[in-house]
C-alpha cells in the first residue's frame, strides 16, 4: 500500500514533501543553537563573510573594514548581503537562509536519485538526506558549504545528464547551464574549479565535445567579471581569492608546536603561526607566505609533503571534529557509518549495471571522489571538506532504498 502511494506521487509533489521535512528539521535544529537567533558571530570566517556582505549591503563595496578584499570568492558573500538587504543586517536571517539551502540540497538528492531508480528511491534519498547529521548543522554557522553543496550537486547532476539523456538529443543550452552552475559554485568556493575542468574533461572522453565546450565557456563567462574586479583592484591575476600563498603555506609550511586537533589542519599546531612583515599589501603577504612555504619544502620535503599526508586524510575521513561534543561524535558517527554501508554496495552494483545511467553516474562520482582525496592529502583538509562526497554518497543510498 506504500509503495504504491509513493508510486502515485508526482515528482514535484515528492521533492516538496523531502523539502519540507528537511527545513522543518533544520529550522527546529537552529532553536537548540540559542547563538543561532543572536548577531553572535563564531570564530574563523564568519566575521568575515558577515562583514563583507554587510558593506556591501551599505554601499561599501566589496570591503573588510574599508579595505577591498578578495580573501574568498564573492559567492556566499553575495547570498548573506541578498538576505540583509531584504531582511536587515542580521545573522539569524542568514541562518534562516541556510536553512533553505540545506533543504533545497536534501530535494536535489532526492531528484537525482529518482531520475536514476524512481521514486521510492529519490524519496529514500532524499529523506537519508534530511536526517543525515553533518548536514542538519550546517545551517547555524556561516559557512560557504551551506551554498555551495546545492550547486555542486545541481552542477553534478546536469553534467551527468549531458551523458546520460544523450539519446534524447537534449538542447546544447544545458552544457551553458553546466557551466553556469559550476561558475557560481567556483566564486563560491574556490575547489569547483579544478572539479568543473575535470568534469568537462570526462565530457570530452564520452564524446560530448559541443556540451564541454560550452561549460568550459561558460564557466570562464562567469568567472571573469569577479577577475577583472580584482585586476583592476590589485592590479594582479586572481582568478578567484586572493588566498593562494596563504593555502600553500598552510599546507606545506613549517611545522607547528601546539596540540593537535582531530579533524582539524591548523594554524599553530600543524603549521607555525607566522610573523607576516606590517606594511605589506594583500597580494605581497600572499607572496611572501608563498615564499616561506617554498623554503621549507626545499629545506625538507619529505617532512614539508610526504609525512603530513596520513594525517591530512585522518582530518579529511574522520566522522566528526575533535572538539565536538560527545552527543555530536555518537550522532556524525552512526550517520557517516550508515553512509557508507549503504553507499559503497549500490555504487558497486552501478558500476557493473548494464544501465548506461547507473554507470555513468558511477564514473562521475568516483572521479570526485578520486580527485578530492588526492587534492586533500596533498594539500589538507578537515571534516567539512568531505561533505561534496558525502551528498554523491547520499544520491547513491537511493539505489539501495528502490530495492528494499
Known sequence: MLTQRIKALSRGHLLTIVFLVAL????????????????????????????????????????????????????????????????????????VGNALLGSLLCALIAWWAIQLWGNRAGLGAGLAATVYYPFVQLPPYLLTENLYLPLFVAAMMVTWLLCADRARNEPVVKGALAGTLWGVAALTRSIALPIALLSSLWLGFRRQWMH????????????????????????????????????????????????????????????QRPQIPKGLSPVERDR???????????????????????????????????????????????????????SIPALV????????????????????????????????????????IDALLLVAVGKWMAKC
Open 24 to 95: 522543518a528539521l533544520r529550522l527546529a535544529f537552529l532553536t537548540t543553537k540559542p547563538f543561532a537567533w543572536t548577531h553572535q558571530l563564531q570564530a574563523g570566517d564568519e566575521p568575515l563573510y558577515h562583514g563583507v556582505a554587510a558593506s556591501l549591503t551599505q554601499g561599501k563595496g566589496y570591503t573588510l573594514n574599508g579595505e577591498p578584499t578578495a580573501r574568498y570568492g564573492p559567492g556566499y558573500v553575495i547570498f548573506i548581503a541578498a538576505l540583509y538587504r531584504l531582511l536587515g543586517i542580521s545573522p539569524p536571517a542568514a541562518r
Open 212 to 271: 564541454a565546450l560550452l561549460a568550459i565557456t561558460s564557466l570562464i563567462a562567469v568567472l571573469t567579471p569577479w577577475t577583472l574586479r580584482n585586476y583592476s583592484v590589485f592590479a594582479a591575476f586572481v582568478p578567484l581569492q586572493l588566498s593562494a600563498g596563504h593555502d600553500f603555506y598552510l599546507a606545506f609550511g613549517p611545522p607547528g608546536t601546539e596540540p593537535k586537533v582531530l579533524g582539524h589542519w591548523n594554524w599553530g599546531s600543524d603549521v
Open 288 to 342: 611572501w607566505l608563498q615564499r616561506k612555504a617554498w623554503e621549507h619544502i626545499k629545506s625538507d620535503p619529505m617532512s614539508a609533503i610526504i609525512k603530513r599526508i596520513p594525517r591530512k586524510l585522518a582530518n579529511l575521513l574522520v566522522p566528526f571534529y575533535g572538539p565536538a561534543s560527545l552527543p555530536n561524535k555518537v550522532l556524525s558517527t552512526l550517520c557517516y557509518l550508515a553512509l557508507l554501508l549503504l
Open 349 to 388: 552494483r552501478s558500476w557493473r549495471s548494464k544501465d548506461a545511467k547507473e554507470r555513468t553516474f558511477t564514473e562521475l562520482v568516483l572521479l570526485v571522489i578520486l580527485f578530492t582525496v588526492t587534492f586533500h592529502a596533498i594539500f589538507y583538509g578537515v571534516v567539512r571538506y568531505r561533505y561534496p
